[in-house]
T-cell receptor, first 117, second 116 residues
């Protein structure tokens, strides 16, 4: 079946540095992918909609200059957390829809745990 | 605006008890999808069910069952004869309309603890 893969699963970075998280659809093309953030013991909040070949659409309150999203191909979207700070430490998870031909089935990646020290 | 409410923050049961997790949603869309996911401590989201707004039939899958009531905007999830392995956080989610079916609004989640 269709799989969405995220990398890395765990990352620790120093405050002030940038870190990139990749989201890949392994056996289907995804024109749209979604990025969510989940703080400890909280729900998943949509950060942005990643659109292949165009700019991402960010949810209200999400800083587009801090969370850079690139969707350069139909199978890869990347989320770059720029100038990371400890408050950016969170669980980040992406999803992709396999499209109408697959009944709009949504697949989630495994998620990425980011710790900023 | 779309909203999903899971009023139960934490539930604790003893193994073999039945447990129901509540989910109430709000949407103005006539076409929408409802989901339940299980999130173990490792973090990944385990898909449990997707139900579209036109299908109000209840569904049973093994020990799991779902009750969809459009009249009360609820999509409750029942685990029969709970097991320790059922311990996790469970999320109800909503996706509205035909143009944004990939975008999910999640409830706050219910932490289920099943004690041996």
């Amino acid at each position: 079946g269709a799989v969405v893969s995220q990398h890395p699963s765990w990352v620790i970075c120093k405050s002030g540095t940038s870190v990139k998280i990749e989201c890949r659809s392994l056996d289907f093309q995804a024109t749209t992918m979604f990025w969510y953030r989940q703080f400890p013991k909280q729900s998943l909040m949509l950060m942005a909609t990643s659109n292949e070949g165009s700019k991402a659409t960010y949810e209200q309150g999400v800083e587009k200059d801090k969370f850079l999203i690139n969707h350069a191909s139909l199978t890869l979207s990347t989320l770059t957390v720029t100038s990371a700070h400890p408050e950016d430490s969170s669980f980040y998870i992406c999803s992709a829809s396999a499209g109408q031909t697959s009944g709009n089935t949504i697949y989630f990646g495994e998620g990425s745990w980011l710790t900023v020290v | 605006a779309q909203k999903v409410t899971q009023a139960q923050t934490e539930i604790s049961v003893v193994e073999k008890e039945d447990v129901t997790l509540d989910c109430v949603y709000e949407t103005r869309d006539t076409t929408y999808y409802l989901f339940w996911y299980k999130q173990p401590p490792s973090g990944e989201l385990v898909f449990l069910i997707r139900r579209n707004s036109f299908d109000e039939q209840n569904e049973i899958s093994g020990r799991y069952s779902w009750n969809f009531q459009k009249s009360t905007s609820s999509f409750n999830f029942t685990i029969t004869a709970s097991q320790v392995v059922d311990s996790a956080v469970y999320f109800c989610a909503l996706s509205g309309g035909s143009s944004n079916t990939g975008k999910l609004i999640f409830g706050q989640g219910t932490t289920l603890q099943v004690k041996p």
